[in-house]
T-cell receptor, first 111, second 114 residues
Framework: GENVEQHPSTLSVQEGDSAVIKCTYS??????FPWYKQELGKGPQLIID?????GEKKDQRIAVTLNKTAKHFSLHITETQPEDSAVYFC??????????FGKGTLLTVNP | EAQVTQNPRYLITVTGKKLTVTCSQN?????MSWYRQDPGLGLRQIYY???????DKGDVPEGYKVSRKEKRNFPLILESPSPNQTSLYFC?????????????FGPGTRLTVL
C-alpha cells in the first residue's frame, strides 16, 4: 500500500515567520495531494490541494509545491499568525480508494 | 448547511458491550469513510464505502464492522469493544472519486473503553 511520511512532527515558529511541512509518498500513480488543517476539538478541514499537472499552487498565505520526480510535496505558510496553530495532515490517495494520511504536524505559532 | 454529523460525540463504555457510532451526511456523497486518530499515529482509515452496499477494509479494520444500507448513513459498529479501541473517531464523506476530491469530516466521537 501507499506509504506517506510527514515531517516534522512538531514545529514551533514565531508569529510572522514562515513554516514548511513536507510529505513524501511512495505510489507513483498518486495524482492528488491535499493538505488538511485540524483545529483543537474539530475534524480536519481541507485548506489547499494540488493536482499532479501543476508544480505549485497558492492561496493567500499558504502554498503547496509538488515534485513528482522526487515524490514529495510541501505546505508553505508565510507570515504565520496564532490562528495558524493547529495540526496539519497531508494525504496521498495512491492508485486505489484506500487513503493514507501522513502522521500529522503540530504547528505552534508563538505571539 | 452541508455537513457530516456523528453521534454520540462522547462515549464511555466497558469491554465487550456492543456499540454503534452513527454517521450521516447531507451532501449526496457516494464515498464515506471511518478513521481513528491516535497520538503519534495520525489518521488511520478503518473502513470505507464507495456507494450503497459497497464497503471495503482500510488499514486498521480489525474489531470493527460497517454497513451502508442508505447513501447518507454509514454506521461504525464495535461488536465487542476492547480498551485498545479507545480513540478519537472521525467519519468523512466525499464524491466517489475521492482520490481527486475534498473529504468533509464530522466533528469526531471520543470513545473510551474501560
Amino acid at each position: 500500500g501507499e506509504n506517506v511520511e510527514q515531517h516534522p512532527s512538531t514545529l514551533s515558529v514565531q508569529e510572522g515567520d514562515s513554516a514548511v511541512i513536507k510529505c513524501t509518498y511512495s505510489d507513483s500513480a498518486s495524482n492528488y495531494f491535499p493538505w488538511y488543517k485540524q483545529e483543537l476539538g474539530k475534524g480536519p478541514q481541507l485548506i489547499i490541494d494540488i493536482r499532479s499537472n501543476v508544480g505549485e499552487k497558492k492561496d493567500q498565505r499558504i502554498a503547496v509545491t509538488l515534485n513528482k520526480t522526487a515524490k514529495h510535496f510541501s505546505l508553505h505558510i508565510t507570515e504565520t499568525q496564532p490562528e495558524d496553530s493547529a495540526v496539519y495532515f497531508c494525504l496521498s490517495g495512491g492508485s486505489n480508494y484506500k487513503l493514507t494520511f501522513g502522521k500529522g504536524t503540530l504547528l505552534t505559532v508563538n505571539p | 448547511e452541508a455537513q457530516v454529523t456523528q453521534n454520540p460525540r462522547y462515549l464511555i463504555t466497558v469491554t465487550g458491550k456492543k456499540l454503534t457510532v452513527t454517521c450521516s451526511q447531507n451532501m449526496n456523497h457516494e464515498y464515506m469513510s471511518w478513521y481513528r486518530q491516535d497520538p503519534g499515529l495520525g489518521l488511520r482509515q478503518i473502513y470505507y464505502s464507495m456507494n450503497v452496499e459497497v464497503t471495503d477494509k482500510g488499514d486498521v479494520p480489525e474489531g470493527y464492522k460497517v454497513s451502508r444500507k442508505e447513501k447518507r448513513n454509514f454506521p461504525l459498529i464495535l461488536e465487542s469493544p476492547s480498551p485498545n479501541q479507545t480513540s478519537l473517531y472521525f467519519c468523512a464523506s466525499s464524491l466517489v472519486e475521492v482520490r481527486y476530491n475534498e473529504q468533509f469530516f464530522g466533528p469526531g466521537t471520543r470513545l473510551t473503553v474501560l
